[in-house]
């Protein structure tokens, strides 16, 4: 099991509400992602940090944003949740000091619902 | 944009079974990776291959990689029903740039008792 958490597993929230998903690690990894899935589909990746400080947008454009002020918390933020919003979110990370240095650890993932 | 490419989308086989799925993908790369992801569940990475292997194994596990063809293959041997899930390919660039990886469509595996 990686060491790798999002809270909350499942949300939902009417439209128009802020929301925060919430990502952490404990191994330390410098690199980490968001990732957006629909259901039986494939990943898309919204957001990425290479480190403290440093967040870069994915290829997926999201109107979701990000921050990453301490190494292990890397935080979600939707300002205002749409239907459009609907589906799951995974968090990863990996390390650059790690041998091949892009192995991604996942959390479990957030399944939002905005009604 | 997804790169990988997997093949079958879906594949529903017995217990006991080898199950064996493709991924192609379009530029040069610096590794390959496969991934499960159990229904609703985060991934777990399963096996890396590096541009200059050909074939790797772990337990039940067989990839091999074909890079003139940019294609890789997994095999599960003896399947159970407990490797009922989706199958990622996912890869790193060639250009020194290890931040981020390509995914593919994902493979559906279904293991029947």
């Known amino acids: 099991e990686a060491d790798i958490y999002q809270t909350p597993r499942y949300l939902v929230i009417g439209t128009g509400k802020k929301i925060t998903l919430e990502c952490s690690q404990t191994m330390g990894h410098d690199k980490m992602y968001w990732y957006q899935q629909d259901p039986g589909m494939e990943l898309h990746l919204i957001h990425y940090s290479y480190g403290v400080n440093s967040t870069e947008k994915g290829d997926l454009s999201s109107e979701s944003t990000v921050s990453r002020i301490r190494t292990e918390h890397f935080p979600l933020t939707l300002e205002s949740a749409r239907p459009s919003h609907t589906s799951q979110y995974l968090c990863?990370?990996?390390?650059?000091?790690?041998?091949?240095?892009?192995?991604?650890?996942f959390g479990p993932g957030t399944r939002l619902t905005v009604l | 944009s997804q790169q990988g490419e997997e093949d079958p989308q879906a594949l529903s086989i017995q217990e006991g079974e080898n199950a064996t799925m493709n991924c192609s993908y379009k530029t040069s790369i610096n590794n390959l990776q496969w991934y499960r992801q159990n229904s609703g569940r985060g991934l777990v990475h399963l096996i890396l291959?590096?541009?200059n292997e050909r074939e790797k194994h772990s337990g039940r596990l067989r990839v091999t990689l074909d890079t003139s063809k940019k294609s890789s293959s997994l095999l599960i041997t003896a399947s159970r029903a407990a490797d009922t899930a989706s199958y990622f390919c996912?890869?790193?660039?060639?250009?020194?740039?290890?931040?981020?990886?390509?995914w593919g469509l994902g493979t559906s595996l279904a293991v029947n008792p």
């Open positions: 291959i590096r541009s």
């Open positions: 996912a890869t790193a660039d060639n250009a020194g740039n290890n931040r981020k990886l390509i």
């Open positions: 990863a990370s990996s390390d650059t000091r790690l041998a091949g240095g892009n192995e991604q650890f």
